[in-house]
């Protein structure tokens, strides 16, 4: 009996780890030069990703970094890719129909409205979407490609086990989202948000670093997102 109970504690201690709701993003003093090359990068790396309603394990591996200073938000994505597909195109083309790509989701007020989808290729095309509403509770799917960050830098490097990529988003572009009720971020600080990754092999999957429970399909379950903390 005592040692099922430890199984028991084991298997719980392991569960609370691998499906923590907290997300952090650490601050860091450094430069960090948006180049697709992640030898300097010195924070963790969280991962790797599942399949994004059910948990099930990934056919290749993708992990990435959170972190921040007073002006920007950081991401770095590393991930294993035998065959990317893609190509080098135009701002805000809808490579997310076509490309290996990795994005992030970021909704600083956590309220399911007017949060940001930036999505990244290997070749470092890009786009940054605004989401109004995915819901009908607000009137249904409304998305806009017309807004831009101002001075977002996203790069991807290929590397042999696939590519890397860098993005970053300055704050104070992230004001002038109409209704989004966002705010300087300081120590504490919690936004809701997702990190995925669609993979186009030989069978198409949907990957995310935290996987939906209600096991619904497609990125966008606001309700389900994960928090993202600011940490020291």
């Not at 994004?52 to 007073?70: P, R």
């Not at 938000?73 to 190509?87: C, N, V």
């Not at 806009?144 to 890397?164: H, L, N, R, W």
């Not at 936004?191 to 186009?200: E, L, P, S, V």
Request: aromatic residues 14%; glycine residues 6%.
């Amino acid at each position: 009996m005592k040692i099922q109970k430890i199984v028991t504690f084991l298997f719980l201690m392991f569960s609370l780890i691998n499906y923590a709701q907290i997300i952090p993003i650490y601050k860091t003093n450094d430069k960090i030069m948006i180049d697709g090359d992640l030898s300097d990068w010195k924070k963790p790396f969280l991962g790797p990703f599942v399949i994004h309603n059910s948990g099930e394990k990934a056919t290749q591996n993708t992990f990435v970094s959170l972190s921040w200073n007073d002006k920007n938000l950081y991401i770095a994505y590393r991930t294993e890719d035998s065959t990317i597909i893609g190509s080098s195109q135009k701002k805000d083309s809808k490579i997310y129909e076509t490309d290996d790509l990795v994005e992030i989701f970021l909704d600083p007020d956590g309220n399911g409205q007017n949060y940001l989808e930036i999505g990244v290729n290997a070749f470092s095309a890009n786009y940054d979407m605004l989401i109004n509403c995915p819901s009908s509770n607000c009137g249904g799917w409304k998305a806009s490609m017309a807004f831009d960050i101002s001075e977002m830098e996203a790069v991807s490097k290929t590397t042999p086990e696939g590519f890397c990529t860098e993005i970053k988003i300055p704050f104070s572009s992230l004001e002038k989202i109409k209704n989004g009720n966002f705010t300087q971020p300081k120590v504490g600080t919690k936004w809701n948000g997702n990190a995925f990754r669609i993979d186009y092999g030989n069978t198409t999957e949907y990957l995310a670093l935290q996987y939906y429970k209600s096991l619904k399909f497609g990125f966008h379950q606001p309700e389900e997102f994960a928090v993202f903390e600011f940490m020291e």
